[in-house]
């Protein structure tokens, strides 16, 4: 019989005695120790893990969609498609995350539903800085984070600021004409689709080869809608299957308000444009 396997013989590094560990570098303890339920329901676990590791996602998805709204407002666009692209990634991760929270009945979740008391995920501060990020801009939606000035602070500044499709737009007006009043728009408000701004794209998709990177971030844009789209509707479907038509923990009409809100367009002209085509 041949002896165990011991890693340190292949120069693995087995004491971390003063030596930065992988849980050092990840700070697991603190991680690992963010998880109390305050039932002794077996599923309240799930619920939480799942909109903890939701939150890291898109911190992620933040940390990208910034990046990439500084890289359209230089010089070079294209270091802009992969955070893009990858964005679309993490919200296609997001999307798997509710296979696993379907796991979980309505029976399992009404053993513990009363101790969210009223929280819920209505009242993220990062889902709604992704959402004023893309566009879809509501300053009613700063009132949920009124009672912490400093996500108030980090929410208003985001609205203030151009949005993604404000900054596609720029780069879009570098080479066709877009009139003035969308380039100057009040940017505390949504997108509203605009007949001239979707000729302008409609040019960009006719001759993709010599509009390539304008056509590329379009597409990137719509894949980005495509997935988040997605990630609604399996939200609502999850929602509707948990707690039918009840009520949500925060006071929204649960099911009825995720409903209304996949009727949200984040780019309309990207999509409105393709029935002209």
């Known amino acids: 019989m041949s002896a165990p396997y011991d890693p340190a013989k292949d120069g693995a590094q087995m004491s971390f005695d003063g030596r930065m560990s992988y849980t050092d ?28 590791t939701s939150e890291l996602w898109m911190r992620l998805a933040l940390h990208e969609l910034h990046a990439a709204r500084a890289t359209l407002l230089g010089t070079e666009v294209r270091p802009a498609f992969k955070m893009l692209a990858r964005v679309s990634r993490i919200f296609e991760q997001l999307n798997s ?7 979980m009945t309505p029976s399992d979740y009404t053993t513990f539903r009363e101790t969210l008391g009223e929280s819920s995920g ?10 004023f990020l893309l566009g879809n801009r509501n300053p009613a939606m700063l009132e949920p984070h009124a009672h912490r000035p400093d996500l108030t602070a980090r929410l208003t500044a985001e609205i203030e600021k151009p949005s993604l499709y404000d900054c596609a737009l720029m780069r879009l007006a570098q080479v066709m004409a877009v009139p003035e009043e969308t380039l100057s728009r009040d ?23 010599q509009y390539w990177d304008l056509y590329e971030l379009a597409e990137k844009l719509v894949d980005l809608e495509d997935y988040f789209r997605r990630w609604r509707f399996n939200h609502a479907t999850t929602v509707e299957r948990v707690i039918g038509l009840k009520r949500g923990t925060g ?10 809100m996949l009727e949200v367009e984040l780019f309309p002209d990207l999509w409105h444009l393709r029935t002209k085509l």
């Open 25 to 52: 570098y990840l700070g697991l303890d603190a991680v690992l120790d963010a998880q109390h339920p305050l039932s002794s329901a077996h599923d309240e676990l799930l619920f939480i893990v799942q909109h903890q």
């Open 97 to 103: 995350a509710w296979d696993v929270l379907r796991t």
């Open 122 to 131: 209505f009242q993220s501060a990062q889902y709604r800085e992704i959402e």
């Open 187 to 209: 940017q505390t408000k949504p997108h509203q689709p605009n007949e001239d701004v979707q000729a302008a794209w409609a040019k960009v998709y006719r001759d993709p080869t």
């Open 251 to 260: 006071g929204t009409g649960g099911v009825s308000y995720l409903k209304r």
